[in-house]
């Protein structure tokens, strides 16, 4: 059993950065992949980013590729979000989610565990 908590969002100006934090519980940590995902109002949870379970591997979506940057500490049981040059449309809850498998990191449902979420805001 994985638990998952997400800290670290809030409301910041466009053009800013935000760095998300999800800190994991359990030994096994370092034996899942992790990502992250954003779901915003009235629309489908969507792929940010995914990390391997060394973290020598590193997958974004488009839209954040060159922007955001997933790193993880797996001593600390964490993995990170940096979140620069942010856009109004990066605006949505942001959950962590680790997958055991890792095969498909893009797909939501192929991950075991999911935290609450953090709210990003980002005003224009």
């Known amino acids: 059993q994985v638990q998952l908590v997400e800290s670290g969002g809030g409301l910041v100006q466009a053009g800013g950065s935000l760095r998300l934090s999800c800190a994991a519980s359990?030994?096994?940590?370092?034996?899942?992949?992790m990502g992250w995902f954003r779901q915003a109002p009235g629309k489908e949870r969507e792929f940010v980013a995914a990390?391997?379970?060394?973290?020598?591997?590193?997958y974004y979506a488009d839209s954040v590729k060159g922007r955001f940057t997933i790193s993880r500490d797996n001593a600390k049981n964490t993995v990170y979000l940096q979140m620069n040059s942010l856009k109004p449309e990066d605006t949505a809850v942001y959950y962590c989610?680790?997958?055991?498998?890792?095969?498909?990191?893009?797909?939501?449902?192929?991950?075991?565990?999911w935290g609450q979420g953090t709210q990003v805001t980002v005003s224009s």
């Open positions: 989610a680790a997958d055991k498998d890792g095969l498909r990191l893009g797909v939501p449902y192929e991950y075991d565990y």
């Open positions: 359990g030994r096994t940590f370092s034996s899942y992949a």
């Open positions: 990390i391997n379970w060394s973290g020598g591997s590193t």
